[in-house]
C-alpha cells in the first residue's frame, strides 16, 4: 500500500519486534496517525533502517547512513557532500525529508547538491525510504522515491523525573577523521526533552595506493534540540529544533583537474558557510470525532544558507555569494475508518523565498554582480490529498489522488512574465496479495511530478566546465509513470525483499548547451525539457538468521537507463553500476561480535553524452571494485562498547560512479560508544 507506506515515512516511529505462532517479524509504530503497520504489509517498496543497524554503520555525512541499502547508491563530488540515487534519479528528482517535513528547497538541484549533508547524522532514530513515486501524498518531488529522516525522540514512563544520555566518539585514519557527540535526554511521561551537540573534524584523503586528494579537510558542528509535551492522554505537543554548520567546505572537483581538463576550474572554491536552521511544531489529537479518528498538524520553518567564495583558475578576482532559502510549510494529515475502508487525508503548504547576492573583489575594488538567483523570487505550492484502502480476504487495494497548485514567481526586472502558474492532478494505485503468514506479492502503478523550481528557471552565472548559465522562462514540469511489482518474505529466518521496476520519466529538465559563448568563452548552458528516459531495474534485500548469534546479509542492485530525444537515443545520465554489498555477523560471544562486509559495484561505461563531457566522470568508464572490511564490537558493558573497523584491507583505489573523487584507501576505524 504505496500511500500508507508514504504516510508511515512522514510520521515519527520506530522499530521493534514481534512474535506471532513461529514468525518474527518488524513493526513500525506510525506515532502521528497512530496507526501500527507490520512492514509486510506495506505494498511499496520501503526499507526501514533501525537504529540498531544505523550503530553498525561507518559514517561521516548523513548520507552515509544509506549506504549498502537496497534500491540505493550514493554520490560524492566531495566529502562534505553526498546524495543518494534512487531508481536512477537524483537531487530534486527525489524527496527529501526530515521527520516527515521537506528539506527540498526551491534552489535544489536536479544533481548532486550537498543538502541532506546539513542534517545531523547524530539525531537520527531510524531512516525510512520509499523507493517509488510518491507524489500522492507529498507533492511534486517525489519520482525517484523518499529519504525520510526520523530524529530521536525522549520516551520516559512513570511521573519522576529522570535523566540518561549518550556519549559518542571516532576516528578514522584514511580521512583523518574525527567525530563526536554527546546527547542528554531528561524528563517524566509528561515532559521531556533531549539536547545533543555534534563535532566532526575532516583531514586530507588518503586513497588507495597511498595517494592524497588535496583540499578535503572541513569541520561541521551541529545542536539539536527537542521537547514532548503530553497535553493530556489524547493530545501531544512536540517542539523541534535542528542546527548545523559546516563553516569552511572546499568543492574537491572545482579544484583538482578532472577528466579531460588540463587545469582545474578554480584556484580557490569554498561553501563558506553551508548551514541549515530547522523549527518544527507538531500537534497529534487522539480525540475521535465525527471527520476523522486521529489528527496531526505540523508547521515547520527552515532556512539553508549557500554561501560561496571562489576564485576561477588564473584569475585574481574573488566572488563573493550568498544565497538562502527560507521555507515556511504547514501540514495537516487525518484517519478515518469506515467498515472495511482506510482514509488517509489532508491539506498542505508551503512558501519558500530565495535570497541572493553576489559581489566580485578585483584589485581592491567590491563591485556588485548580478546574483545566482533572481533575489526575493519565491516558489508557493498547496495541495490537497485523499487515499483510500479496501480490505479483503486475501489482499488489499488502495487507491490515491491529489490536486496540486504552485505560483514559482522570479521577481525579475528583465521580463513582465516572470511568473509561472501551473497545477497538476496525480494518482497510485497499489496492490497486496496475502499468500500466508509469511509471504506477500506486491504491485503498485503510480504517476510522480515534479514542477520547475527557481534553480531551473532562473539560475545565472557560473558552472563547472568552464559553463556560464542563463534564465529559461519556458520549462515544463517533470513526470514519472513506474510500474514495480515483487516478493517480501518475512520470517524467524529469513526476511526477503525483492523488487522489479519500469519507469517512464518524461521532460526531463536539464542543462544544455545552446552553442553560444559568452564575451569572456564560456559555453552558455540552460535549463530545457530536454528528451524523455526509461529506467527499468531489480532492487533486492536478503537476510537469513543462524539461531540467535549470526546472520547473513546482502543487497544487490541494478538499474539501467536510456534517454531519447528527436535527435538521438543514449544511455541516461548517471546510471549506477550494478551494486551491492554480502555481510556477515557473529556474535562470538556475550561481549564480541565481528561484521565482515564485501562491498562491490560493477563497470559502467554505459555513459551519456553529458557523463563523457562531465570532468568527474572517466568518458571510458567508472572502473568496478570489490573492497574487504571487518569489523569487531567489543561490549565493555551494558552502556558500552568499543567498534573497531579495517576497511578496504586490501588498499584497492576506486572511484565510485559519478562521484567527484576517489574513495578513501585502507582505513582503520575506531569509536566508543557510551550510553548513561
Known amino acids: 500500500m504505496i500511500s500508507k507506506a508514504i504516510v508511515l515515512i512522514a510520521l515519527i516511529g520506530q522499530i521493534q519486534e514481534e512474535t506471532n505462532g513461529d514468525e518474527s517479524v518488524e513493526t513500525v509504530i506510525v ?5 501500527q503497520q507490520k512492514q509486510e504489509n506495506i505494498s511499496a517498496a520501503v526499507s526501514v533502517i533501525s537504529k540498531e543497524k544505523l550503530q553498525e554503520k561507518s559514517f561521516a555525512l548523513l548520507p552515509d547512513l544509506i549506504r549498502e541499502e537496497a534500491g540505493i547508491y550514493i554520490q560524492q563530488t566531495t566529502p562534505g557532500q553526498g546524495i543518494p540515487i534512487i531508481r536512477g534519479l537524483k537531487g530534486s528528482e527525489n524527496l527529501h525529508m526530515v521527520d516527515g517535513m521537506r528539506l527540498n528547497t526551491a534552489f535544489f538541484r536536479n544533481a548532486p547538491n550537498q543538502y541532506l549533508a546539513l542534517v545531523d547524522p547524530f539525531v537520527t532514530e531510524q531512516i525510512e525510504v520509499v523507493r517509488g513515486p510518491s507524489s500522492v501524498l507529498y507533492g511534486g518531488g517525489a519520482l525517484g522515491g523518499v529519504v525520510n529522516i526520523v530524529s530521536h525522540t525522549p520516551t520516559f514512563s512513570g511521573t519522576e523525573w529522570q535523566n540518561q544520555g549518550s556519549f559518542f566518539v571516532s576516528y578514522d585514519t584514511a580521512d583523518e577523521k574525527s567525530l563526536s557527540n554527546v546527547t542528554f535526554d531528561s524528563g517524566n511521561e509528561k515532559l521531556a526533552t533531549t539536547i545533543g551537540f555534534s563535532y566532526q573534524d575532516v583531514g586530507s584523503r588518503t586513497i588507495g595506493g597511498g595517494g592524497v586528494i588535496p583540499f578535503t579537510a572541513y569541520t561541521s558542528k551541529a545542536l539539536n534540540n527537542k521537547w514532548i509535551y503530553k497535553i493530556n492522554d489524547s493530545k501531544t505537543i512536540k ?5 548545523l554548520n559546516q563553516p569552511s ?3 574537491v572537483d572545482s579544484l583538482v583537474a578532472g577528466f579531460g581538463q588540463a587545469e582545474p576550474d578554480s584556484s580557490l572554491f569554498l561553501f563558506s558557510p553551508n548551514e541549515r536552521q530547522f523549527t518544527h511544531l507538531t500537534l497529534d489529537d487522539l480525540s475521535p470525532t465525527v471527520v476523522y479518528d486521529t489528527a496531526s498538524y505540523n508547521v515547520a520553518w527552515q532556512r539553508i544558507k549557500d554561501y560561496r567564495e571562489k576564485v576561477s583558475y588564473g584569475s585574481t578576482s574573488t566572488t563573493y555569494e550568498q544565497n538562502q532559502s527560507s521555507q ?9 475508518k469506515v467498515n472495511h475502508l482506510d482514509f488517509v487525508y489532508g491539506l498542505d503548504f508551503y512558501s519558500d523565498t530565495i535570497n541572493s547576492a553576489k559581489q566580485k573583489l578585483s584589485e581592491g575594488e567590491l563591485t556588485t554582480q548580478e546574483p545566482r538567483f533572481p533575489d526575493d523570487s519565491n516558489m508557493r505550492h498547496w495541495g490537497v490529498f485523499v487515499d483510500a484502502t479496501r480490505y479483503f480476504e486475501h489482499q488489499d487495494i488502495v487507491f490515491g489522488l491529489r490536486y496540486s497548485d504552485y505560483s514559482i514567481d522570479l521577481n525579475s526586472s528583465s521580463t513582465s512574465e516572470d511568473v509561472l502558474k501551473l497545477d497538476d492532478l496525480t494518482w497510485h494505485l497499489g496492490w497486496l496479495y496475502h499468500l500466508d503468514g509469511k509471504n506477500r506479492l506486491f504491485a503498485n502503478l503510480g504517476r510522480g511530478f515534479r514542477p520547475p523550481n527557481i534553480f531551473d528557471l532562473g539560475q545565472v552565472g557560473d558552472r563547472p566546465g568552464n559553463r556560464f548559465n542563463v534564465i529559461n522562462y519556458d520549462v515544463k514540469p517533470e513526470t514519472v509513470h513506474t510500474i514495480d511489482f515483487g516478493i517480501k518474505h518475512f520470517s524467524t529466518d529469513w526476511t526477503v525483499d525483492l523488487a522489479v521496476f519500469y ?3 518524461d521532460d526531463k529538465i536539464a542543462s544544455v548547451e545552446t552553442g553560444e559563448p559568452t564575451n569572456s568563452g564560456q559555453i552558455i548552458v540552460q535549463s530545457q525539457n530536454l ?3 526509461r529506467l527499468y531495474g531489480l532492487e533486492s534485500h536478503f537476510n537469513y538468521r543462524f539461531g540467535d548469534d549470526s546472520e547473513f546479509d546482502a543487497v544487490l542492485n541494478y538499474t539501467w537507463g536510456e534517454e531519447k530525444s528527436e535527435l538521438l537515443t543514449e544511455p541516461a545520465d548517471r546510471i549506477p553500476p550494478l551494486n551491492g554489498y554480502i555481510g556477515y555477523k557473529k556474535h562470538l560471544s556475550n561481549r564480541w561480535t565481528i561484521n565482515p562486509k564485501i562491498i562491490f559495484a560493477d563497470t559502467q561505461n554505459r555513459l551519456s553524452s553529458r557523463d563523457i563531457s562531465d570532468p568527474r566522470i572517466n568518458p571510458f568508464g567508472t572502473g568496478g571494485f570489490v573492497t574487504y572490511n571487518l569489523y569487531s564490537t567489543w561490549k565493555l558493558n551494558s552502556g558500552a562498547n568499543i567498534r573497531l573497523g579495517l576497511e578496504n584491507i ?8 559519478a562521484s567527484g573523487l576517489e574513495a578513501a584507501g585502507r582505513n582503520y576505524h575506531a569509536s566508543f560508544n557510551y550510553l548513561f
Open 531 to 533: 528528451n524523455d528516459v
Open 249 to 251: 567546505t572546499p568543492r
Open 650 to 657: 586490501f588498499d584497492k583505489k576506486y572511484r565510485e560512479h
Open 328 to 336: 515556511i510549510s504547514f501540514q495537516s494529515a487525518f484517519t478515518k
Open 239 to 243: 517542539l523541534n529544533m535542528q542546527y
Open 503 to 505: 519507469s517512464q520519466y
Open 31 to 35: 506515532t502521528a496517525s497512530k496507526k
